[in-house]
């Protein structure tokens, strides 16, 4: 089966320039989560959506960030303009709903992204 | 509010060392879950397990078990007869009881096994 699935991998821009994460999440998952992995700050939720709505986005950091969902194989995470401090890795998870439990996340592998 | 500490940084040990990775964390729910992840070089975190607040019994999972004590709100993990393979940073994670709750991660512990 075909876990969730991010591209790029690697981005290296320079700052000022727009960058644009993508993810597919696993088939027949509901929920979407976009997360930041720094080493001063660690795993940090940014934003997620359920049924392709987003739900809670109050960890983006500012108004440069944006995410969407348009259908529920396909989420985006957009920086514009990007700066240096957005270096980090993004991750994209999914994870379905249990009835109104909390299930597992499964996660990409995540794109590093280098603003220089 | 919600907090999950992993006070350890960083671990190092020799091949077929037990080692065990502490894991602390508050919050005010009374039904919550616990993770745990691992994060290999490669860098996908994969999940390991799940908890919930109302099953305290330790589980085993071939070299793998985790000790729930809520008297001290820890979730340690235990790597038993380390292995190379094992080199990772382990994340553990909380969350309250629905899908709406955040899972809270704490900074990780780096796990390096030496042969």
């Known amino acids: 089966d075909a876990g969730v699935i991010q591209s790029p991998r690697h981005e290296v821009t320079e700052m000022g320039q727009e960058v644009t994460l993508r993810c597919k999440p696993i088939s027949g998952h509901d929920y979407l989560f976009w997360y930041r992995q720094t080493m001063m700050r660690g795993l940090e939720l940014l934003i997620y959506f359920n049924n392709n709505v987003p739900i809670d986005d109050s960890g983006m950091p500012e108004d440069r960030f944006s995410a969407k969902m348009p259908n529920a194989s396909f989420s985006t995470l957009k920086i514009q303009p990007s700066e240096p401090r957005d270096s980090a890795v993004y991750f994209c998870?999914?994870?379905?709903?249990?009835?109104?439990?909390?299930?597992?996340?499964?996660f990409g592998e995540g794109s590093r992204l280098t603003v220089l | 509010a919600q907090k999950v500490t992993q006070a350890q940084t960083e671990i190092s040990v020799v091949e077929k060392e037990d080692v065990t990775l502490d894991c602390v964390y508050e919050?005010?729910?009374?039904?919550?879950?616990l993770f745990w992840y691992k994060q290999p070089p490669s860098g996908e975190l994969v999940f390991l397990i799940r908890?919930?607040?109302?099953?305290?019994q330790n589980e085993i999972s071939g070299r793998y078990s985790w000790n729930f004590q809520k008297s001290t709100s820890s979730f340690n993990f235990t790597i038993t007869a380390s292995q190379v393979v094992d080199s990772a940073v382990y994340f553990c994670?909380?969350?309250?009881?629905?899908?709406?709750?955040?899972?809270?991660f704490g900074t990780g512990t780096r796990l390096q096994v030496f042969p």
């Open positions: 998870a999914s994870s379905f709903q249990q009835g109104l439990l909390t299930g597992e996340l499964f």
């Open positions: 919050t005010r729910d009374t039904t919550y879950y």
């Open positions: 908890r919930n607040s109302f099953d305290e």
């Open positions: 994670a909380l969350s309250g009881p629905y899908n709406t709750d955040k899972l809270i």
